[in-house]
């Protein structure tokens, strides 16, 4: 379980095929505290540490994995977003997130806000409705407040955030533009209702 509060930003230094891909990103952490088998976000993917060196994490990636995430998201010289999971009595400062990602979304539009960034996303019709204005949302491992959702003409919605400039110096998102993919989890809370929604419904 993680917060989508970002602690490190990594690189992938290389990329090895063997059955599944495996990928070692260079990070800050002590990689002495990090056992084999823990947990680890990476852009919102929950990896586990199957292989450390000195400053560095090796994670094992499946082709669903590749399959679901963004574009070009497991390449020598990609950015990442890493938070290790949490502890019990560690401080929720975003909201609670798992480490699976529901779907990829597209940026379409960046434009200045004061000294923040508002960024626009468009999403598949499917995750429509587990988006809510003031929701929670968690974009390549980032926890970050929706600002605003419209739905378009062609079926698919698009949702707004703000990006300060802390986020922006802490994150891989200050590396966003026009047409990039980035991966997306829902709010867990907003998925249980959702199924509870639909058992009402059957119900009736």
């Known amino acids: 379980m993680f917060t989508g509060i970002i602690t490190d930003v990594g690189k992938i230094t290389r990329v090895e095929s063997r059955g599944d891909t495996r990928v070692v990103v260079s990070t800050s952490y002590e990689t002495l505290d990090i056992d084999l088998g823990a947990s680890v976000a990476c852009s919102g993917v929950c990896l586990t540490v199957v292989d450390k060196g000195p400053d560095w994490l090796a ?32 401080e929720l400062g975003g909201h609670i997130v798992t480490g699976h990602v529901d779907g990829i979304a597209e940026v379409v539009d960046i434009r200045p806000d004061g000294d923040s960034k508002r960024v626009g996303f468009r999403v598949s019709s499917d995750l ?17 407040t929706v600002n605003d959702v419209r739905d378009a003409e062609d079926g698919s919605t698009q949702f707004a955030v703000n990006i300060i400039p802390h986020t922006q110096a802490v994150t891989t998102l200050s590396d966003l533009a ?11 809370l907003a998925r249980y209702l959702q199924r509870m929604e639909h058992y009402r419904a059957k119900a009736r």
């Open 59 to 90: 994670f094992d990636v499946s082709g669903e994995t590749v399959h679901r995430t963004g574009q070009g998201q497991w390449t020598e010289g990609r950015r990442l977003n890493l938070e290790r999971a949490m502890k019990l009595g560690d």
């Open 128 to 144: 429509a409705p587990f988006l809510a204005t003031k929701g929670s949302i968690t974009v390549d491992g980032v926890s970050l």
């Open 178 to 188: 026009p047409g990039s993919a980035v991966n997306i989890e829902i709010d867990v």
